[in-house]
Structures are given as structure tokens and as C-alpha cells.
């Protein structure tokens, strides 16, 4: 994933909730469980969709920001149906796919950084468009695949802090691409991940140095995974406890 595609990513994420938050208290809607189990739930589904999409390069990615926002807020508004809330309280226009009128018009009605998260994310993607595929990072690129969002914030500040280029990613797709299009010099996977196993295949295959972490990694698992051509398998525990450590080993 780019750099401008992570910023995109992080800020429209963070900013959900605090929109629709808002959203919910301005029209007086229900501020139950439900209510924000039904907003912590469409987060989640933007972290993993719209991270999905934007780990694809420029020209096949389908989908813009935007409108994956609007597909995670059915979540919402289901919720809002299920407690008998009347869309006609909002006084504006209905829609089938958006009745209670949640999508925001612009990015900038998730706030100022995410509005120039996506403006400097459109800029580069009209960049890619017009100058052909991107050239190559020049930095050090540290794969991160991990099977939630905390690891994975975790493990990338970590690894800016040493000066390399973290680039999160969910699929063997994702890895394939980074492996031919920058400088990967190190992988960290997340057995968890349901996407583990294949990007472990596609990184040791490429001599990409990975290191694996889960819980209750047994001997023989460790002993498989280094047969593979793991370079270290650890503790989820250990490793989250100090990322940092384990970078110049395996740099």
C-alpha cells in the first residue's frame, strides 16, 4: 500500500466513529448498545475493505473511498431500522441503500485530515494514471500482515521509527505486488491472519526475510516454519512487547 493509500486508510477509519457518533446525536437517534456496536462493527468492515481495496494498484482498484464508506454504513443503518427509528425523522430525501441518511456528501465531513488524506491520495492516483506504473521505493519496504488493527499499528510505527517503509497488506495478492513493485526487505506475519500461510509461501519463495508470530506456537510448528524458510518465528507477546528488537536481525 502506498504511502498516500495508508494515510487515506488511517484517517477515514479513525474518523468514522467520531462522524457518526456526531451524526446520531445531532438527529437524536438512539445512543444505545446496539447503536454502538452497529458503529463499531461498520468500522471494522471499513478497515478490512476499504484496506483491501487500497492495497491493489491504482488502475485495478474498483471502488473509490467513498463509496465503500457508503456500503459499511448499511450496518448502521440497519441497526437504526431494527429500533423502529422512522427515516422520515430526518426531514430529507430517502434512499433504499441509505435511508437514514448517513453517508457523508464529502470527505470532508469525516474532518480536515481526511479530507487531505484523500486529496493527496487522489492526487497520486491521477499521478499513476498519467505517468504509467510508479517507479520503485527507494526506501526499505517491511511488509506487515497482521490479524488486527492494534498489531498492526504497533508493528508499523515501529518500523517507520527505524527509518523503513512499513506497507500493511491482507491478501497474497497484496504481497505478490509489493514484492515485484519495491524494495521488500523484511515481512512480518500474523499466523492468525487468515491469509497467512500464503503470503508466508509467496515471501520465502522470493527470499523475503519474514518473521512469523501467534500464540501457542508449539515446536513442531516453529520447526515446519523454519523449514519453509522462515527466518524466526516468536511469541506474540514477545514480539509486540519490543517490535523494534527483532528489525535489525532481520533487515
Do not use: C
Not at 78 to 90: F, Q, R, W
Not at 179 to 190: M, N, T
Amino acid at each position: 500500500m502506498v504511502p498516500e493509500a495508508q494515510r487515506l486508510h488511517a484517517t477515514f477509519v479513525s474518523a468514522l466513529p467520531a462522524f457518526l457518533t456526531a451524526l446520531f446525536a445531532e438527529r437524536g437517534y438512539p445512543a444505545n448498545r446496539a447503536s454502538v456496536k452497529s458503529i463499531e462493527r461498520a468500522t471494522a468492515a471499513l478497515d478490512t475493505e476499504l484496506g483491501s481495496e487500497l492495497e491493489l494498484p491504482f488502475r485495478e482498484q474498483r471502488r473509490s473511498p467513498l463509496e465503500i464508506v457508503r456500503r459499511v454504513l448499511t450496518i448502521p443503518n440497519s441497526a437504526l431500522a431494527e429500533a423502529g427509528v422512522s427515516p422520515s425523522a430526518i426531514g430529507g430525501p430517502m434512499s433504499d441503500v441509505d435511508p437514514y441518511d448517513l453517508a457523508p456528501g464529502s470527505s470532508s465531513a469525516l474532518g480536515p485530515e481526511a479530507h487531505e488524506a484523500h486529496l493527496r491520495w487522489g492526487t497520486a492516483k491521477a499521478a499513476a494514471f498519467t505517468s504509467g506504473a510508479g517507479a520503485p521505493s527507494s526506501e526499505p519496504v517491511v511488509l506487515v500482515m497482521a490479524g488486527n488493527r492494534a498489531d498492526r499499528e504497533e508493528l508499523m510505527a515501529s518500523v517507520e521509527s527505524r527509518g523503513m517503509l512499513p506497507t500493511a497488506v491482507r491478501n497474497p495478492g497484496a504481497v505478490a505486488s509489493a514484492i515485484e513493485r519495491r524494495s521488500v526487505v523484511l515481512a512480518v506475519v500474523d499466523l492468525a491472519h487468515r491469509s497467512a500461510r500464503d503470503a508466508i509461501a509467496r515471501l520465502t519463495e522470493a527470499t523475503v526475510a519474514t518473521i512469523v508470530y501467534g500464540d501457542s506456537i508449539d515446536d513442531l510448528m516453529e520447526t515446519g516454519l523454519r523449514a519453509q524458510g522462515v527466518r524466526d518465528v516468536v511469541d506474540r507477546r514477545r514480539l509486540l512487547a519490543d517490535p523494534s528488537a527483532f528489525l535489525p536481525l532481520l533487515a
